[in-house]
């Protein structure tokens, strides 16, 4: 008996089965010759929200989750966030190793030679009503630069998917950029390739009048380290979006505005936004028990709490908070962070929290410091979206490259009715279905 494998006996049949073991994993294909007859379909497994389904080998990021450690290609994330810049994480995800000093110098440039975008985005811009959310533009105008871009769709020539790669992650900021100030109802602010990635990003949001926008540098570097900070997260509900759509063989553009949009949801990247609401509501740290109490009885959850994979602090919370302090020396203190401390303690301490192992994700106190930098809470996750734009890439890329894939098709466990005759409208009665 090979010692890599497990024994499975079906106790339907009395057979036994031996199944290879490989890192960890069955293939659950290997399920399906477990058969009660010929004509048996074979054994599936039933997982609903992948609780326990790998759907690829990663090369990319790794998550200890009960040791709240992550790393990018094997490099800790206190690491890059100490020492790297955006551009530098993004060429580490995508490519695998830390850039060269000529290497990291190029890809800059590179980056800021493709910010500008197409003519016709502003246009599509002005067609959105103002209040419109940021996240619906930025997914709305990455599909559409599909169109600017129709070569994109030749997703197996290398060649073509890298200019793919480098025009998503010059051009999403300044999607970004001009979907912010649109909402705001001011003119756009083309992109300035003198700047480095985030000083331009914050030029496109936040110039006036003055010939060359100065970014505070530390808040520049503090966003920037946010960015590293969301960079990837394995598969995630909005990477596994991205693997989805783009198993189809659909271009990135489309591909990424499906990421985006699944980014958007309150139980993911919208989560950073909630917790703003959140505070708001809560107001001061008195009423802090009273919240805790209609959490725990089911009324709400405790928006930026809780997590899939961590079941110890997620260690992106930590530096954040630690971040914080470095930007309230700027801009002041954001009376929201007292309120989440205490919260934080409060919820640490109590038993609900404990038992199911809820602690503080990156959304909670990323919000604070956003808010903190003067941006409106509509557009915390399309910061989320451009940090994450890099992990989004390389996973699309990594998928590509891999035999093991085909298009992304689940199997159904089918409860539904059995084979029935048609009943033609005048003979259906009065009751009918619900409505759904
Ligand atoms: N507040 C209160 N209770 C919670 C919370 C929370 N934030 N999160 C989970 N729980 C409870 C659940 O009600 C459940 O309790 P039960 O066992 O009594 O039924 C238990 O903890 C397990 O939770 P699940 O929902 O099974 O955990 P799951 O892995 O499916 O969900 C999720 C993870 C979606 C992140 C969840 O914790 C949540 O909704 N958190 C709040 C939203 C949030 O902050 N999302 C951002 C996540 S980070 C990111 O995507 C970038």
Redesign the pocket.
Known sequence: MPEDSMTIIDNRTGVSYTLPVKNGAIRAMDLRQIKTSPEDFGLIAYDP?FMNTASCESRITFIDGDKGILQYRGYPIDQLAEHCTYLETAWLVLNGELPTESQLEDWTCEIASHAAVPDDIPRILQGFRRDAHPMSVLASLVAALSSDYPEAKNVHDPAVRRLQIVRLLAQVPTLAAYAYRHSLGLPIVPPDPSLSYTENFLSMLWKKDEPNYQANPVLARALDVLFVLHAD?EQ??STNAMRAIGSSFADPYMTMAGAIAALSG????G?NE?VLKMLDEIGSSDHIPAYIRK?KSGEC????????VYKNYDPRAGIIKRIAEQVFAVTGRNPKLDIAIALEKIALEDEYFVK?K?YP???FYSGIIYQAMGFQPEIFTVL?AIGRNAGWLAQWQELLADPAQKIARPRQVFLGSARREFVPLDQRGAAGAAAV
């Open positions: 929200a997260h995630n509900c309150p139980l993911h990247g989560a909630e959490v959850k405790l928006m930026g709490f809780g997590h899939r199911r809820l994700n990156v959304d989320f």
